[in-house]
């Protein structure tokens, strides 16, 4: 007969119980380097540098932003 408490646990189970996330490692937490939020998107140039990300960068219609710049 089988004993229920020796039964092992599932992987996620025992991940869960050690680390608190079912795969065993924590999510990697990503923040910008503009403006040092967490963040899911990094915004680049033309040169693939980081402009920004998702909580900073702006975005305009084109013909209103220089409509709206004084030049
Ligand atoms: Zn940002």
Redesign the pocket.
């Known amino acids: 007969m089988m004993d229920i408490n020796n039964i092992p646990d599932h992987p996620v189970v025992d991940n869960l119980r050690s680390t608190g996330y079912p795969n065993g490692r924590e999510p990697v937490v990503m923040k ?1 380097p ?2 040092g ?1 967490e ?1 899911d998107f990094y915004f680049t140039d033309i040169d693939n540098e980081i402009v ?2 998702e ?2 960068i702006g975005m305009y219609d084109a013909v209103d932003f220089v409509e709206n710049e004084d030049i």
Do not use: A, L, V
């Open positions: 910008c503009k403006c939020d963040c920004g990300c909580n900073c």
